[in-house]
């Protein structure tokens, strides 16, 4: 029945620390190297006797620890410095102190767990998990209180009959012939395995979750989540009409605050003078607030055809001759009090804003009425940046 | 020379050891009676930093050797005999002391009255902070360390002749007894010898900073005669590089150790930024103490660790041998950098010193004396120690 099987290796058992240790430098003189020693627990002196050479595996360690740590600290140093610049407790943007705690748990972690792979890797082959000595006898025995040692049948000098020869020279108890498994299937992909994780990450989070969240929650240091006032936007019965919120008192004025002088009044009679500048970045100011205020009804340039088309009263043109000849002023108390159909945007519209729109009008009328100096200025800084703009 | 059935054959360190000793003490203790005559203030600081490495390797070798029993090493009986020769010192420093005791008005900012009134804080700690109960306890603690040395090292020197197991179990139970004991007392000596000297700051972890520094420099101590002795000869031809490899390993360790006390000392007090805990490191960041305190990190930590790091330096005695020396100075350089910036809080100006130089001579020159008298006397390895075979024939 064995005979259609193929030989993995041959196994020997010892029974004491000394004779395995005496064993396996045997072995290895003999001239074997594709040999391995199974013991229950670290016999010290091993690796020599085997003749192993210093573990590689130290080297996965270090790379993926240190891997580990420069990936933190550059990423909490990105993440905190550059993509969401945010004072938490005084500190600088970019606090290192506090990211050496989580550096140092990260390349614990990472060096851990790439050691870990790469030993699994490496004994096991993966995706492969298992060898062909598990499912043996010889491997109950070594995990109990024997001490074994296995040639493999691929070693160079390896002869079936000389090996088992051998062996019982050296005194070996038991020995075993183990076989190759008919045919490895890769355990760790089939359904059954991946379901069986799934349904581990659910138990433990689930489980994780009610036993810290809920059956032993203790609210930590509550008291300045619940203190004794009332937050915004909450009801309350200290006030009658049960709003924690107050309006203020009517006629309250902010401090530093000067109240519109012609608020509701179509003619003021002394329109405000424009306190902006047209430098570039207020108009930049005043084209983005102008494309999102104004241009659904006059028009994206105030030409006085919009998206909004027939949906409502249409916003009329601002390049009528009595816009033009509107004061800056005069726009604005039409933008601040809203004239007719035409809303008050007071309150979306913060003031600067406001005058920086009317800047921007007036650059919009300018495009529709150039004069023949702007032309010449134009071909001006065509030239100095050697584009043509316009022709 | 006497041979036992071990294999260890007893040779006599050379006479010269013992003169180059006797020397660096003689040349090193006149210099600091000059200093003490000359400028005692100056002087009683920089006694009390040589003084606190002096306790290192005291009280640090005893600890190695009470661990060595306590959790039942065999690796390192081969050598434990030179930490009980270090732990020679203990006894000396009820002497040793004397200075310091008799100076501690230029020392400690709470022997001054004026001082003490103006805080508020320093008042409600007088109860701790006097003269008599801080006398007390430091010559208290150096007893009861003495008591412990000398049980542990008066059996486990009784067992070369009378190859008695039953001492190595008595010696557990003392070990057993002394480390929590050694706990609590190195962390009483370093809050009254180093920190009371800025005595309005205070740190909980303080002790355990100044015990992971002693233990650090007691192996390098250990790990540096270790292999001057056995590349010589004197030892066991059995100890090899797998025994340094160990002691190495143990450095490491509390390299790494020593620097994780350190940053949860300084994080904590990083983090909540109050003035009454930053003052501690604002004295070290002043002016050079800026550079000082960055070679800590380097010297104490970043180089030894990755210099360390590596299996092929652990096995080889000359770059253990190396790095003894390194950490040995490294340490010195810790005490001297929780020292001396305290001065101010006493209302002097720092300034380094030659006499910062001459009391580690006199530091040296002691211990090797008494390291060739004890060698004179007893045998270097613990011959009749029931774990002495195992330990010799150690692999990894």
Request: hydrophobic residues 45%; positive net charge.
């Amino acid at each position: 029945m064995n005979e259609n099987k193929v030989l993995h290796s041959v196994a020997a058992l010892f029974d004491t620390p000394d004779k395995i240790i005496n064993a396996a430098r045997k072995v290895k003189d003999a001239g074997y190297t594709m040999f391995d020693v199974n013991t229950s627990y670290p016999v010290h002196g091993m690796d020599k006797a085997m003749g192993l050479g210093q573990s590689k595996i130290g080297y996965v360690t270090l790379f993926f620890g240190f891997a580990g740590a420069v990936f933190i600290f550059l990423f909490m140093g990105w993440s905190m410095a550059i993509n969401y610049p945010y004072i938490v407790g005084g500190k600088p943007f970019f606090p290192y102190q506090a990211f050496i705690p989580i550096t140092f748990e990260v390349t614990v972690l990472c060096g851990s767990i790439a050691t870990v792979v790469g030993m699994l890797a490496v004994f096991f082959n993966l995706p492969f998990l298992s060898h062909p000595i598990h499912d043996s006898n010889y491997i109950k025995e070594v995990s109990v209180d024997k001490f074994g040692v296995v040639i493999e049948a691929e070693d160079p000098l390896f002869d079936k009959n000389k090996v088992v020869e051998f062996l019982k020279n050296l005194g070996a108890g038991k020995i075993e012939f183990i076989y190759e498994p008919e045919k490895q299937a890769i355990k760790i992909l089939q359904p059954k395995f991946i379901v069986f994780l799934a349904v581990v990450a659910a138990l433990t989070s689930f489980s994780t979750y009610f036993t810290l969240n809920k059956l032993m929650y203790i609210v930590p240091f509550n008291w300045m989540d619940n203190q004794k006032k009332s937050n915004p936007q909450s009801e309350t019965n200290f006030f009658y009409d049960g709003y924690a919120m107050r309006t203020p008192v009517e006629g309250t004025v902010a401090r530093g605050f000067m109240p519109y002088p012609f608020h509701e009044q179509a003619l003021p009679s002394e329109p405000l003078a424009n306190p902006t500048l047209p430098t570039k970045q207020i108009l930049k100011i005043g084209q983005e607030k102008f494309l999102t205020f104004c241009s659904p009804c006059h028009g994206n340039y105030a030409e006085g055809v919009s998206r909004l088309m027939g949906q409502f009263p249409p916003g009329p043109t601002l390049h009528s001759a009595k816009i033009i000849g509107y004061s800056d002023g005069m726009i604005y108390n039409i933008i601040t009090n809203g004239q007719n159909a035409m809303p008050s945007y007071a309150y979306q519209i913060p003031r600067e804003q406001r005058w920086a729109i009317i800047d921007y009008i007036r650059v919009l009328q300018r495009a529709q009425n150039p004069k023949p100096s702007d032309f010449q200025a134009i071909k001006e800084l065509n030239k100095e940046s050697g584009k043509n703009v316009v022709n | 020379m006497s041979s036992t059935e071990i294999g260890y054959i007893r040779k006599e360190l050379p006479e010269k050891i013992k003169t180059i000793g006797l020397t660096l003490f003689v040349v090193g203790t006149a210099l600091g009676i000059i200093g003490f005559l000359i400028d005692p203030q100056r002087a009683s600081l920089s006694y009390l930093v040589t003084f606190m490495f002096l306790v290192s390797i005291g009280v640090g070798s005893l600890f190695l050797v009470a661990l060595e029993y306590a959790v039942g090493a065999d690796w390192s009986t081969p050598f434990r005999r030179i930490s009980e020769f270090l732990a020679a010192v203990i006894p000396f420093l009820i002497i040793l002391v004397i200075p310091l005791l008799f100076n501690l008005k230029y020392i400690f900012p709470w022997t001054h009255k004026s001082i003490v009134d103006s805080s508020v804080m320093l008042r409600g700690k007088t109860p701790y902070l006097n003269i008599p109960f801080f006398i007390i306890r430091s010559i208290g603690i150096f007893l009861i360390w003495w008591v412990f040395y000398y049980f542990i090292i008066r059996n486990s020197r009784k067992q070369d002749t009378t190859k008695d197991q039953y001492l190595t179990k008595k010696n557990i139970n003392i070990s057993s007894g002394f480390i929590p004991v050694f706990g609590i007392s190195i962390t009483a000596i370093a809050f009254d010898w180093m920190m009371s000297l800025e005595p309005n700051w205070f740190s909980t972890i303080f002790g355990v900073y100044y015990f992971s520094g002693t233990v650090w420099c007691a192996l390098a101590a250990l790990t540096l005669i270790v292999i001057l002795l056995n590349e010589h000869g004197y030892l066991h031809s059995k100890i090899k590089s797998e025994h340094y490899y160990t002691l190495g390993l143990l450095m490491f360790a509390f390299t790494v150790f020593w620097a994780y006390i350190a940053f949860s000392q300084y994080l904590l007090i990083w983090y909540a930024d109050l003035p009454d805990e930053t003052i501690w490191f604002m004295h070290r960041w002043v002016g050079g103490w800026k550079v000082v305190s960055l070679a800590i990190v380097f010297t104490h930590f970043i180089f030894p660790f990755f210099y360390l790091l590596s299996y092929n330096v652990k096995m080889q005695a000359k770059k253990l041998k190396f790095i003894a020396i390194w950490i040995l100075c490294a340490h010195f350089l810790d005490l001297y950098w929780l020292v001396m910036p305290g001065m101010s809080t006493n209302g002097y100006q720092y300034s380094f010193s030659w006499m910062d130089l001459v009391f580690p001579v006199a530091a040296v020159g002691l211990i090797i004396l008494i390291f060739k008298s004890l060698s004179h006397k007893y045998n270097l390895l613990p011959i009749g120690d029931p774990k002495l075979q195992r330990g010799l024939d150690f692999h990894l």
